[in-house]
């Protein structure tokens, strides 16, 4: 089992930056693929990212590719995005999300019921 606090959330203009991190709790956490998600009021959980187990596979929605990065540090067990020009429509509570083990595909790590674990999200606003 996991435990996941996201943290880094905040208010920032449109154009700058934020990166948000999420600590996890428990043994194992290089057993576990990640991947982040947000929520938009009035919409539904989107996927924004995922990395697997060893940080060797990564996947992003178009929307989001050559602005935000995801990584992770198993030797923290901590998963980062770092978010780089940002625009309105990123605005949203940011979710990070697990997986225990088990195949890695960009497909598979898209879908929200593929994760068995969720933090309590952190909230992103940005400005225009």
């Known amino acids: 089992q996991v435990q996941l606090v996201e943290s880094g959330g905040g208010l920032v203009q449109a154009g700058g930056s934020l990166r948000l991190s999420c600590a996890a709790s428990?043994?194992?956490?290089?057993?576990?693929?990640m991947g982040w998600f947000r929520q938009a009021q009035g919409k539904e959980r989107e996927f924004v990212a995922a990395i697997s187990q060893s940080g060797g596979s990564t996947d992003y929605t178009n929307s989001v590719k050559g602005r935000f990065t995801i990584s992770r540090d198993n030797g923290k067990n901590t998963v980062y995005l770092q978010m780089n020009s940002l625009k309105p429509e990123d605005t949203g509570v940011y979710y990070c999300a697990a997986k225990y083990a088990g195949y890695y595909s960009g497909s598979h790590s898209a879908g929200p019921s593929w994760y068995g674990y969720w933090g309590q999200g952190t909230q992103v606003t940005v400005s225009s």
């Open positions: 428990g043994r194992s956490f290089s057993m576990y693929h």
